[in-house]
């Protein structure tokens, strides 16, 4: 049956893949027929993932991209690789007045820093085949629009909406694509946080048109149109998946 | 750690209420000032110079200030 959205043979990079919406990309695709090498910190939790994993061709590391070794030591097990979907990503909630360098420090560098350079080394090894495509996930935060308490966490995903436009242009000239996720408030880990009650939450949800946040899998769905050849015209785009938040 | 200090530090978040409004036994949500910017910043305050994470769940079950305070030296 034709399917344009096929990710069959295709070798996908997925960091973050022990949780929320790299976990459920990492299973989506698998069931794409893509060969997933997944990383994530927690082992036990990694593991879960793999063993939802569809296809006999998979890969699992456990690594901690922070450290500068460990990831240099990823990127040399790491077969060739036709997509990469950065999706690690960490949120502090924390007013402007009570932050500091530490903090900034701590969110930019996983959800910008880390995946840069995974990237930039990747290429510098030569392991990104030619018409691969590269996912950042941003967020409706920092790029549309913001919320109290999350500064810091916005910038850095401006951060990444900006580079990802810098990397598709630079990396054009070898078919390699550049495309970022924008999404609203998804059902991860991520948002089960203690700054907020479930009150809260639920007061959050009564503000999106579709009265509901995403499932990680509707976020993953949009990463998978990105990597696959049906996108194969799109490069510096990106595209927000907030059941209609940023309307109002 | 003194709740003085606690209720000091605590009425440093709000602009514009006066801290004679602020006792052991004041019910903070009840203050007209109070918002959800001010909880996140009382959040913050307790982590940064008490050193313990109270979760904004905790804080809604707070009525006082004692309530608050006495939650922070169970972590402590």
Redesign the interface.
Known sequence: MFNPFTLYNKTILITGASSGIGKSTAIECSKLGANVVIVGRNEERLKDTFDKLLGENNKMFVSDLNNNDLMLNLIKMIPALDGIVHSAGIQK???F??INKEKINDVFSINFVVPIILTQQILKRKKLNTNASIVFISSIDGTINTH??NSIYSASKGAVLSITKSLALELSYKKIRVNAILPAMTETPLINN???????LKQEMDLFPLKRFAKPEEIAYAIIYFLSDASSFTTGSSLIIDGGFTLK | MTIENFISDFSEQFESTDKSEFTKDTYFKDLTEWS??VA??E???I??NYGV?????E??NSKTIQDLYTIIQSKQ
């Open positions: 909630t924390m007013p007045q009570f109290i308490g203690v700054n907020y009650t479930q009150e809260q | 959800s910017l996140l910043l959040l913050a305050m982590e940064e994470q109270v979760s904004a769940e804080m809604r």
